[in-house]
């Protein structure tokens, strides 16, 4: 099994490489080999998971006694995490065909894809936390070529930029939080070999335990896009839509999550226990209230998502949170939600993907209007998105959402209720989304002119629309996501199912009254709701600070450098020392040769001080 | 054989000055070089320890040997660093052809000086070799460089006097107080020095080695060198001969432990002075020549980390990793670096500016040039798979391993944490700067720049072939440094006969920070 494994991991690489080198110049050929690598890919990942586990490694950097490993390990989650990442990869790649189709860089395009496919591929593998940052650090990498696709474009260049600038600082506190547990689990990175050393942790330790975890946990503020480093994900939105479908959706801003998970696997949940665990819970409950408000009043389609995504992942990071409080089976709450979540947020974003194809790229909701008639398949599709990411009972999402608010309400009721006012926002703001642009009369010829899309587009939104309902049941979920309390023990309808189902009806009720039949925002002047449409302003205040704490500094340190330590301290030292200054200045105004003498006579100096000096 | 690796660019310098063609003559000198460079390092990895090295008795009281050889495995990893650089250097750029016999002979006498300075294994034509070295580069930039080439020739040579000088004093001090017969490394190392007197050779090594490193404060001379200069020669100094002083300091400072511990809440000052206050330096540049120039003396920073941390480790193998790790990151560093000073030489050719605010969209015009100069940044902001990042997650590690838990972070840990945010700075500028010459809307300068002909790109894709297969199999490098047991044994042969003398009450503070686990 292993080979098979190594396989899968190598074959986008492979791929990739031989895009670049090989078929740079034919984009069919490109597009095709990196279809087939990803299929390939998740044939195997589909192998795997029906397969026993399985783990090999060999040595990467050796410095005497030491050495770092790159190494697989295929345990359960590994493999389930693996069968999602190839299946949503292979839907969008195939989506692409269609997507991408007349794109002049069709050829780099799915380079960056197989390039993608690969770091994930390694992050979800990875058997020890420096080969999990190298690909971790790939990711983020992938993704900045992706956004950057239409490099062209001004704003996609920024954002490119932004998503890697924003990832590398929590990637700061990551790394440091990796040293720091490889110092207090006795210099180990290996998964494997943290279970020990963290049962015998000392009391004593506790602090510098919860410091480290809380510095890792930067790794996944970064990459899963919490608050207060949220800002790169809707901006990341400028590259093509099946990417915010792979990558700023399902794939790789879930890692933040699997990487805590695997954590608290291979360590036990115990290293989360007190403010570690507490904190991070509350980021994600702060995340997802604020996403969500933020959703509520965006007007490019595909930022609604971002916010919607945004404020998902605060759900699974609030989850993992409570695994200190809880036990891992909170953090198996958040592993299920992002499996679910995965499925139908890859479909909504391909949905609005093929309704932004089919309105020549218009992405603003208020420029469409009734396309249901026109695109009714596509519609149905994003219907049933829509109701999986409402949380709709019987649809995947309804599961995974509930399993976390009971675990929210058992641990930290404060935190079950900000997650129960985001459940009646999100009705709110989909069905906002899916009233504008969907139902009532095309506002924009765009709309009006828009068709059903071609089936290699068509397809993957049906494929998906399907596992959208039936993805959490035992009979797919059970191979994938086999550990949590809804197929334990099954479903009894409690407080949490009637809160939850009242939220429901409350948002997407209220959403559809207010929307239905508009054609401008009526709350687009309320001061509140101008705050949410303006994300709180946080993007312009860390401008400001960027400006300040970057730029001021940068210009001031520069100065300072050019004036003081050049002109001033070093200059005045070097001239002043004693007769050395005096021959440099005579011989100033000689020749250049002159100085060459010069250094040969250190050569002489050398020599005579040697020979005779003693 | 090593003699080789000398004879061969020396003898071209000869052919040039009778009569042959410049170019010709550096390019087949440099790739007989680098072909003979690979073969000697390919038979080191196989186990040859002998090389048929040269060793002529120069002078008998003491003894100084014309010695050329592999001293150990960073000899080696050095060599091969000087030769592939220099073979890059030969075939990067072309210069006006009235200068191209100072410019070709310059190029040549740089690359014998380093692999000279690199192979001695005698002190004295270690330090010779690197000051022959200096002398071709301070004039080509005196007479073929740009801007104000008087004024920075002349503060590149005071840096550099000053720097040589200070180290000439400390390595003769170095010799008088270990009282060697000879001055090869063999029996110097095998010497202990009197604590008394290391507390002051640490300081004259720190500083005449750290200035010719450009360690903060005395790092001015380089960028506007590296700027002024032409780029082969910004090549082969910033990418090779810089490191002599890395190499001196990883050579000589086992001689000097207890002095060098006295100094490393200096050193952790200035390491942090080239990381983060050189790093806001470059951050605020507006030209990409300079902005490289500040990079590359910011990226010494994380390599005097490593040694800071070797330095806290007080022995090889208490902190196993850190010498390697400094020796990875100077290789990669040096290959990093020589390919983003070709790659800038080509943009301005190509578009004739390199002011950032007047560049833009070149990746459309230039998409190979565009993935050349994007794998050499990346690689220089650490990116996984590129040589620069082996070298640098290990220089962290290295800062953690001396840290117990139990402890509050020590110094060494700290400059780690905060080296860390280098990371971020090299990230902005670095991206920054590859946004504003590649990507956004084609402008002016840029609008008719063609891509690169295969033979422009040669030595870029040679170095960056070289930087991903050390940054993929970093073992390919490591494997030429001492095993941990060699280590140990020589270590303690060490102890065995020279145990260290007892410290004298009122030298107190020279215990390490922190105290190294095993």
Redesign the interface.
């Given at each position: 099994m292993e080979y098979l494994a190594w396989l899968l991991l190598l074959l986008p690489l492979l791929c990739a490489a031989a895009i670049?080198f090989g078929v740079k110049d034919s984009p069919a050929a490109a597009a095709n080999l990196s279809v087939a690598s990803v299929v390939g890919t998740f044939l195997i990942a589909v192998l795997l998971v029906f397969n026993s586990d399985f783990s090999s490694s060999f040595?990467?950097?050796?410095?005497?006694?030491?050495t770092?490993q790159i190494g697989i390990l295929g345990d359960q989650l590994a493999k389930g995490m693996m069968v999602v990442v190839t299946g949503v990869g292979m839907l969008v790649h195939i989506f692409s065909l269609g997507y991408m189709k007349d794109d002049e860089a069709k050829a780099r395009y799915f380079g960056g894809l197989s390039i993608f496919m690969f770091s994930m591929t390694g992050i979800v593998l990875a058997d020890n936390f420096?080969m999990m940052?190298?690909?971790w650090?790939?990711v983020g990498?992938s993704s900045y070529l992706l956004i950057?696709h239409w490099?062209?474009?001004?704003s996609a260049?920024?954002a490119a930029?932004k998503a890697?600038?924003v990832n590398?600082?929590g990637?700061?506190g990551f790394?440091?939080g990796i040293?720091?547990l490889?110092?207090?689990l006795g210099?180990t990175f290996l998964f494997a070999e943290m279970e020990a050393p963290a049962k015998a942790l000392p009391e004593?330790?506790a602090t510098?335990v919860g410091i480290a975890v809380l510095l890792i946990f930067c790794g996944a503020v970064g990459k899963s896009a919490q608050f207060p480093l949220h800002v790169w994900l809707p901006d990341a939105m400028e590259g093509p839509t099946p990417v915010s479908a792979l990558i700023h959706a399902a794939t790789m801003v879930a890692a933040g999550v699997y990487m805590l998970f695997r954590l608290q696997v291979a360590a036990g949940t115990s290293i989360f226990e007190g403010f570690a665990g507490t904190t991070i819970a509350w980021i994600g409950g702060i995340t997802t209230l604020l996403a969500a408000l933020m959703a509520t009043q965006q007007d490019d389609i595909k930022r609604v998502l971002a916010y919607s995504t945004l404020s998902q992942l605060g759900y699974m990071v609030m989850a993992v949170g409570l695994a200190g409080e809880a036990g891992i089976e909170a953090g198996q709450a958040g592993m299920f939600h992002l499996y679910t979540h995965a499925w139908f947020k890859a479909l909504l974003f391909l949905g609005s993907g093929a309704v932004i194809y089919a309105c020549h790229h218009e992405q603003n909701m208020w420029k469409m209007g009734g396309l249901f008639r026109r695109m009714p398949k596509t519609t149905m599709t994003f219907a049933v998105g829509t109701l999986a990411l409402m949380a709709a009972p019987p649809l995947s999402g309804f599961w995974s959402k509930e399993l976390i608010l009971a675990q929210a309400l058992e641990h930290n009721p404060p935190l079950f209720w900000i997650g129960a006012g985001v459940a009646v926002l999100t009705p709110f703001y989909m069905m906002r989304l899916f009233v504008v642009a969907f139902l009532g009369k095309p506002r924009d010829h765009g709309a009006e002119k828009a068709k059903e899309v071609p089936p290699v587009m068509l397809v993957p939104l049906i494929i998906l629309g399907v596992l959208a309902v039936v993805s959490a049941f035992s009979l797919i979920a059970s191979s994938i996501v086999p550990d949590n309390d809804f197929h334990a023990h099954g479903f009894h309808p409690n407080m949490v199912f009637w809160i939850s189902l009242g939220a429901l009806l409350l948002g997407a009720g209220g959403g559809f009254l207010l929307y239905h039949g508009r054609s401008s925002d009526p709350l687009a002047n309320n001061p509140l709701f101008k705050l949410f449409r303006n994300k709180f302003y946080l993007d312009e205040l860390y401008l400001k600070l960027v400006g300040l704490f970057?730029?001021t500094?940068?210009?001031a340190?520069?100065f300072l450098?050019e004036f003081l330590?050049?002109g001033m301290?070093?200059?005045g030292l070097?001239?002043s020392?004693a007769g050395?200054g005096n021959i440099?200045r005579r011989l100033?105004s000689g020749n250049?040769?002159g100085?060459?003498i010069?250094?040969?006579a250190?050569?002489l100096?050398?020599?005579y001080?040697?020979?005779f000096?003693? | 054989m090593t003699l080789a690796l000398i004879l061969l660019p020396l003898f071209a310098v000869i052919a040039i000055l009778m009569g042959a063609n410049p170019r010709a003559a550096a390019r087949n000198a440099t790739g007989m070089m680098l072909f003979a460079g690979l073969g000697l390092a390919a038979l080191w990895a196989l186990g040859t320890r002998t090389f048929l090295g040269v060793d002529f008795l120069v002078?008998s009281?003491?003894e100084?040997h014309l010695a050329l050889n592999f001293f150990d495995g960073m000899s080696v990893i050095m060599m091969l660093l000087s030769v592939i650089v220099a073979y890059a250097a030969a075939r990067t750029g072309d210069c006006e052809d009235r200068h191209a016999k100072l410019w070709n002979i310059s190029l040549l006498l740089i690359a014998a000086g380093a692999v000279g300075a690199f192979l001695s294994t005698d002190l004295?034509f270690f330090?010779?070799f690197h000051?022959?070295a200096?002398?071709p580069t301070?004039?080509t930039i005196?007479?073929l460089g740009r801007g104000d080439r008087k004024e920075i020739?002349?503060?590149v040579?005071?840096?550099l006097?000053?720097g040589?000088?200070i180290l000439?004093a400390g390595?003769?001090w170095l010799?008088?107080a270990s009282g060697t017969p000879d001055?090869s490394f063999e029996s110097l190392l095998k010497c202990t020095v009197p604590v008394a007197a290391q507390r002051g050779i640490a300081l004259f090594l720190l500083i005449g080695f750290g200035t010719l490193v450009s360690l903060f404060?005395?790092?001015?001379w380089a960028a506007p060198a590296y700027a002024s200069a032409p780029a082969p020669i910004s090549m082969l100094h910033a990418g090779v001969l810089k490191k002599f002083g890395l190499y001196g300091l990883l050579r000589l400072h086992p001689l000097v432990p207890i002095g060098m511990a006295s100094w490393l809440e200096l050193i952790i000052v200035l390491l942090l002075g080239n990381i983060l206050?050189?790093g806001?330096?470059t951050?605020?540049?507006k030209r990409l020549d300079s902005m490289l120039g500040n990079s590359s003396v910011m990226h010494m920073g994380y390599i005097f980390l490593a040694i800071a941390a070797l330095i806290a480790a007080q022995s090889?193998?208490a902190n196993?990793?850190a010498?390697?790790?400094a020796i990875l990151l100077m290789f990669g560093h040096g290959v990093t670096i020589a390919m983003l000073f070709g790659l800038a030489d080509r943009i301005e050719r190509l578009t004739g500016t390199l002011e950032l605010r007047d560049l833009g969209?070149l990746?459309?015009q230039a998409p190979k040039l565009a993935?050349l100069f994007g794998l050499a940044a990346?690689a220089s902001i650490?990116?996984?798979?590129l040589a620069n990042?082996?070298g640098e997650?290990?220089v962290?590690?290295a800062?953690?391993?001396g840290?117990?838990?139990?402890t509050p972070p020590g110094w060494v840990q700290i400059a780690?944490?905060l080296s860390?945010?280098g990371?971020?700075i090299s990230?902005?500028y670095m991206?920054?700067a590859f946004?504003h010459i590649?990507?956004?809307?084609?402008v002016e300068f840029t609008r008719n720049a063609s891509d690169l002909s295969a033979r422009d790109r040669s030595p870029a894709v040679l170095l960056a072939a070289v930087l991903l297969i050390v940054g993929l199999?970093?073992?390919i490098l490591?494997?030429f440094?001492?095993?941990?047991e060699a280590?140990v044994a020589r270590e303690q042969a060490h102890i065995t006969q020279h145990p260290r003398p007892p410290q004298p009450a009122g030298s107190a503070p020279v215990q390490p920070h922190p105290s190294p686990s095993q």
């Open positions: 670049q040595t990467w950097a050796t410095a005497g006694t030491f770092i420096i940052f190298i690909f650090e790939l990498f950057g490099f062209e474009k001004k260049a920024e930029k890697f600038l590398r600082i990637d700061f790394m440091i040293l720091m490889w110092g207090i210099q004593s330790q510098i970057q730029d500094v940068a210009m340190v520069h450098d330590i050049n301290i070093v200059g070097a001239r020392t050395l440099f100033q250049l040769q100085y060459a010069l250094f040969g250190g050569i100096l050398v020599i001080l040697t020979v000096a003693r | 002078l009281k003491p100084i004295f330090y010779a000051e022959l200096l002398i301070f004039l005196g007479i020739a002349w503060k040579t005071i840096y006097a000053f040589s000088i000439l390595l003769l010799i008088a001055l404060p005395f790092h001015s206050w050189v806001f330096v951050i605020n540049q090889e193998s196993p990793i010498k390697p790790a969209g990746a459309k993935f990346m650490g990116l996984p798979g990042f082996a997650v290990m962290f590690i800062g953690f391993k840290w117990e838990p139990d780690t944490i860390l945010w990371l971020v990230a902005v991206l920054r946004r590649f990507q956004g809307p084609t199999f970093p073992n490591l494997q440094l001492e095993q941990p280590v």
